[in-house]
């Protein structure tokens, strides 16, 4: 095992968590006192060789991210959104002409502007779509190929069985 210059090997696993001491803040590029530039700092050594901090404390307990802390986020992403869309629209309100394959029309600007955004929008998940029945139609098959190869060596392992 080698390492490379200026890392160190990972202490090994603990089972039970120890207690350390609080690191000094130390402004950058200045070397804490009584370190070897490099390591980083050192703890203090306790009176009398003994630590007298007492039991040790359980970690602090982390909440699990769910898909409804997610779909929550997601739908105050979604509010923002649309405020800005409603500010983009009341601030472009003057009208212009819009013509589309042979129809004619009157719009405010923000209005045509946001349609316009959509129709991107819908375009590129057409074609996300289809790249993805694309894509399940080649795991499908390759899945049935698998499958008839796995039948095959199993029909043929059967076979040299009952030979021997």
Wanted: charged share 15%.
């Amino acid at each position: 095992m080698s390492l490379e210059p200026g890392t160190t090997p990972a202490p090994p696993a603990e089972t039970e968590p120890r207690e350390t001491a609080p690191r000094e803040t130390v402004p950058a590029g200045t070397a804490p006192t009584g370190t070897v530039p490099g390591t980083g700092p050192q703890p203090a050594a306790p009176p009398g060789g003994v630590d007298q901090a007492g039991p040790a404390t359980a970690p602090p307990y982390r909440i699990k991210r769910t898909r409804v802390s997610g779909a929550w986020f997601a739908l105050g992403a979604f509010a923002v959104v649309l405020l800005f869309l409603l500010i983009f629209i009341l601030q472009n309100n003057h009208t212009v002409e819009v013509s589309y394959l042979g129809a004619h029309g009157h719009l405010p600007l923000g209005v045509g502007l946001l349609l316009a955004a959509i129709a991107g929008v819908l375009l590129t998940v057409l074609i996300g779509a289809a790249r993805i029945i694309q894509l399940r139609t080649g795991a499908r098959r390759h899945r049935r190929a698998d499958r008839r190869a796995n039948v095959q060596k199993a029909a043929a392992a059967e076979s040299a069985d009952a030979v021997s």
